[in-house]
């Protein structure tokens, strides 16, 4: 009996010590865990670029705007006040916002808008997330000046999956207009026309050595020779797929979206707008000035696009300093892909990897298939014909699944869905297309007016989803950066054509496919997504070209409430935006 209660002392000692250490240790988690307090104030500030001033929408005064960082498990707290003429909201750009959609920022699906004059504070955890994320304004084209780095570092005392770089860099690629964007946008509206191409692309705001007026102001990236860096590439151009390189140097591939990768080198990636690439640079050329570089990957055929290409400079500490010498280092200029090279596109996205073997969902209980595309809009009798400038006297328009997304404007979705409000959306998105058709063949003109709507899909907390995601090529095929709010999603697959279910299925990577919160749809193909529906909410599925969103190329989802709290969404917050 004494052995009994010795042995019962023992391990009633040993559960309580491990009970006691696990607490203390999450306890210290919780204890390091910051609330970082900020202030955005949105407002027009004069910026010079292309030799002309704007009177540009910015946040704080700074463009881009100020970067966050903050350690996986940190509180955002994030006041932003509208003193610009413009309605707003921003958008933390993959941030998983775990039930706490009602600071997601989507203009009239999780809130409605911040009206001049109003304020808004966007409370929200990350929550295991680690690497490059972003954010930017969710209303009309006012991302295309308002955004800016979140950069989210691992947990303390914790460390990155790879050497610690020397000094890290943000790089955030932008598109600019020698014009008010939403001038830009609200012309296209009105005439149904594709909306102007961008003037510049920038690199951290500005455009560089090859446009007028801008090369005193190019930006310069520090290295010394043997460091390792690490630059954080964030593509948020408005419209443009980019390609980025350095001239002479390699990168190391090591993250995308906030998600580690297996690292793997290349000379050359390309983003999608939204998307955020990690990468590893070294110190090992030799010492001198060097071109990084950005252009359009523009891949519909005989659609115009901005053709230019923005610079910045990798500039060695131990250069040759080209003032003291009274002559100019001429950077040295990187080759980029052809504009249209799809297959250096594949090889690249093929080699994203998870580092290790993840926990893809198997059994699926929703099996999803939606086409994105463009379309085009007869022209309304009750419309003169400057209000029908697109090809052949139509209107430009966009659709998943034959369905062109309309906001509402009254009640934002969750709004609506949270306090039960009828009327304001339904929940019957098509499952799959209501037409099947030869989706990247020669396409009936009879396809090509899709229907308008707020259609919602509903899913069941907690169900494991798999989406095709499949490019038409009604007026012109074109590679989609795809983003879902809310949720990261492992991607599967991507091929070229039709996708096949029966034999396209054996391409799956189920071992270590790459988790991203924006997939690039191939042109003329297809990718194939799958996640688990953890996050309750109403969350916006697009197309992350802001030309294709204009134009209805969505769709969102309704993720029901679980059974415990903590599978429930949050109340709103007091100062929730009424409409």
Known sequence: MEFFNSRFANSFGFFLGLVLLIASNALLS??????????????????????????????????????????????????????????????????????????????????????????????????????????????????????????????????????????????????????????????????????????????????GDLYNCSSQDTVVVPIDSGETNLLRVINSGLNQPLFFTIANHQFTVVGADASYLKPFTTSVIMLGPGQTTDVLIKGDQPPSRYYLAARAYASAPNAPFDNTTTTAILEYKSAPCPAKKGLSIRPVMPPLPAFNDTATVTAFTKKLRSPQKVEVPTDIDESLFFTVGLGLNNCPRNFRSSRCQGPNGTRFTASMNNVSFVLPSNFSLLQAHHHGIPGVFTTDFPANPPFKFDYTGNVSRSLWQPVPGTKLYKLEYGSRVQIVLQDTSIFTPENHPIHIHGYDFYIIAEGFGNFNPKTDTSKFNLVDPPLRNTVGVPVGGWAVIRFVADNPGVWLMHCHLDVHITWGLAMAFLVENGVTELEKLEAPPPDYPVC
């Not at 100020?66 to 003429?85: C, F, I, M, Q, S």
């Not at 958008?91 to 109003?118: K, L, S, Y």
């Not at 295309?144 to 690629?173: C, M, N, Q, W």
């Not at 600019?176 to 003037?199: E, F, H, K, L």
Request: proline share 8%; charged share 15%; hydrophobic share 35%.
């Open 30 to 207: 919780f204890a390091n865990a910051k609330a970082h307090h900020h202030d955005f104030v949105i407002q027009a500030t004069p910026v010079k670029r292309l030799c002309k001033t704007h009177n540009t929408i910015t946040v704080n005064g700074m463009y881009p705007g100020p970067t966050l960082e903050v350690n996986n498990g940190d509180t955002l707290v994030v006041k932003v006040t509208n003193k610009a003429r413009y309605n707003v909201t921003i958008h933390w750009h993959g941030v998983r916002q775990m039930r706490t959609a009602w600071a997601d920022g989507p203009e009239f699906v999780t809130q409605c808008p911040i009206r001049p004059g109003m304020s808004y504070t966007y409370r929200f955890t990350i929550q295991g997330q680690e690497g490059t994320l972003w954010w930017h304004a969710h209303s009309s084209w006012l991302r295309a000046t308002v955004y800016g780095a979140l950069i989210i570092h691992p947990k303390e005392g914790s460390s990155y999956p790879f050497p610690k770089p020397k000094r890290e860099t943000p790089i955030l690629l932008g598109e600019w207009w020698d014009a008010n964007p939403i001038d830009v946008v609200r012309q296209a509206t009105r005439t149904g026309a594709a909306p102007n191409i961008s003037d510049a692309y920038t690199i951290n705001g500005q455009p």
